[in-house]
């Protein structure tokens, strides 16, 4: 009976080890994943706050139940009512890939991907301006997707077309001028094409413009450039989210409904933009 005994608390000693150990490694595991959210929430919030008219707002920290990155878009930026999580998705994927400048890829945000799946906690996206509100939740094995898969391979056209959307939000108040009947932007063929119709051409800008195309080219370069100057330190990331979109060109296209010729022009990406 003694020897029942005694083999049977041995028994329940090594249980509760080793439930003490599988606890252990869980904490540690926690305290890796929060020290590897403070390491990339310090240089997310660095370059929230070179991007002051672009972000008024950020944070990024663990949670009990995620990591919770939470950011306020300025208004006037672009509607965040028009954001599509393919979009979103493919951004962070987009940050996954960024390289070092030894060319290897971010070990704690791979170390960070890792300890989320070991503890399955998820990255929790919450976007605001004003009274919008955008959501959007990528589990670990979703994350390890983004981080491994080229992004050739994560439905680009769609996330492309998405950021042409966007992109017409800012550009209508500035290119939809009094007398244009129309105005559209959208992705087409590896650019982002602003067409903006009038009658004629006499009820456009270039009415009384003798050379219609370098005259264009100044409107649109002047507007993309204080545009894009609002994304303060975001900016270069911006640019290369279009160039790893696919997007290579930013047209302006003007139309007359009376069949008259009109001018397009266009900004590439990485070089004038």
């Given amino acids: 009976m003694r020897k029942y005994i005694i083999s049977s608390l041995q028994a ?97 945000v791979a170390d960070m991907i890792n300890n989320m799946a070991k503890t399955k906690i998820p990255l929790e996206i919450t976007l605001t301006q004003g009274e919008n509100r955008f959501n959007q939740s990528l589990d670990a094995p979703r994350l390890k997707t983004l981080f491994k898969e080229s992004l050739t391979n994560l439905n680009r056209s769609s996330a492309a077309a998405n950021a042409a959307s966007l992109t017409g939000s800012w550009a209508e108040k500035v290119f ?13 063929t590896n650019r982002i094409v602003i067409t903006v119709t009038y009658p004629n051409v006499a009820a456009s800008p270039l009415k009384d413009v003798a050379n219609p195309s370098p005259a264009l080219k100044s409107m649109l370069a002047d507007a993309a450039e204080k545009h ?17 979109l696919g997007v290579k060109e930013l047209r302006l296209t003007y139309k007359y409904s009376d069949g008259k010729p009109a001018p397009s022009v266009r900004l590439e990406w990485g070089s004038d933009l």
């Fill in 228 to 244: 894009y100057a609002e994304y303060g330190a975001m900016r270069p990331a911006v640019t290369q989210l279009m160039t790893d």
């Fill in 12 to 108: 329940i000693f090594l249980v509760l080890t080793a439930l003490g150990a599988s606890s252990c490694g869980g904490d540690n595991t926690l305290q890796n994943l929060d020290t590897d959210v403070k390491m990339i929430s310090s240089r997310l919030d660095s370059t929230a706050k070179g991007s002051p008219d672009a972000v008024n707002a950020f944070s990024m920290q663990l949670t009990d139940n995620a990591v919770a990155l939470e950011a306020g878009i300025t208004p006037g930026i672009f509607d965040l009512k028009l954001l599509e999580p393919g979009l979103a998705e493919f951004a962070v994927a987009a940050y996954l890939h960024v390289l070092n400048p030894d060319g290897n890829r971010n070990a704690e």
């Fill in 176 to 188: 939809k001028t009094e007398g244009a009947s129309d105005f559209e932007c959208i992705y087409s």
